[in-house]
């Protein structure tokens, strides 16, 4: 029987600084892994690209780093679907690993009916304290984590767990995005997925981005239709449309808003 690894890393054949970084966290961790060689946005071509995303999203106009990026993603969940795991974790290259992560890995599958995606990323926030609004409502409880259901945006992919039957979903129902990965998983602002599926983050979180050693691959490209007012109405309509319903779910005390830590 084919499980597969148990983790999946995403990462570019020029980022081999990042590999080695990662493969000593790992292998220090006795977790079983495998490189999945990421989409280079330096010289994908339009029909790599055009197979999993299309650029005229809402939020906006995505450049060729997102789609690159997210099409890295959709080749994990392949690679995972030829597999007959039930479950999988997946990281970027750029993230420092928490001691507690191999606990997690042999302990979060036991959940695979539960949820859907379980996030175990903490993105960096521009504040001190990582803040999400979560669900009150059927959490998830071990003794290495608990699990909440998100009601608002968690950007990034950096560590996350996807069960096989949403993998099936995006690869086989969806199969192509006009929004970036991050927000295609964990904004349920914009994704009808997110808002179909249960997504979950795992506190305290397992991973985060090393941004003191690396910086993202995501080029800064300048979009010149993301500056038209059309444009910005759009992108403020999408971040705020959840709003009125987190509050609902928070004065009916079925929400609160949980900070997420991350433990080295």
């Known amino acids: 029987m084919n499980t597969g690894p148990d983790i999946y890393l995403l990462n570019l054949d020029r980022h081999k600084t990042r590999l080695e970084n990662l ?17 280079d946005a330096k010289d994908a071509s339009e029909e790599e690209l055009a197979k999993y995303t299309d ?3 809402p939020i906006p106009r995505m450049g060729a780093g997102a789609r690159a990026c997210t099409a890295g ?10 597999t007959n795991a039930r479950v999988a974790f997946i990281l970027e290259d750029d993230v420092r690993v928490s001691k507690k992560l ?8 036991a959940y695979a009916n539960e949820v859907d995606i379980l996030n175990f990323n903490r993105q960096k ?3 001190t304290q990582k803040k999400l609004v979560v669900s009150k409502v059927a959490p998830i409880t071990s003794d290495v984590f608990t699990g909440r259901r998100l009601l608002g945006p968690h950007y990034g992919t950096a560590g996350y767990m996807i069960t096989r039957s949403a993998a099936e979903r995006l690869c086989y129902h969806i199969g192509r995005t006009n929004v970036p990965i991050d927000h295609l998983l964990f904004n349920p602002n914009v994704s009808s997925f ?5 997504i979950y983050q795992a506190f ?5 981005p090393d941004v003191k050693k690396f910086q ?6 300048h979009i010149p239709a993301s500056v038209h007012w059309r444009k910005r109405l759009s992108r403020g309509y999408y971040e705020t449309n959840r709003i009125p319903s987190m509050l609902g779910q928070y004065l009916l005390g079925r929400a609160e808003v949980k900070t997420l830590r991350f433990e080295a």
Not at 194 to 198: I, K
């Open 23 to 39: 493969r000593t966290q790992l292998d220090d961790l006795g977790l079983t892994w495998e490189r999945v060689v990421a989409v």
């Open 55 to 57: 650029p005229t999203g």
């Open 73 to 82: 993603h959709f080749k994990i969940w392949e690679r995972f679907l030829e």
């Open 102 to 109: 191999a606990a997690f890995v042999k302990t979060a599958p």
């Open 125 to 127: 926030s521009r504040r």
């Open 194 to 198: 997110n808002t179909s599926s249960r």
């Open 204 to 208: 305290p979180a397992m991973v985060e």
């Open 216 to 221: 993202t691959s995501i080029q800064g490209e």
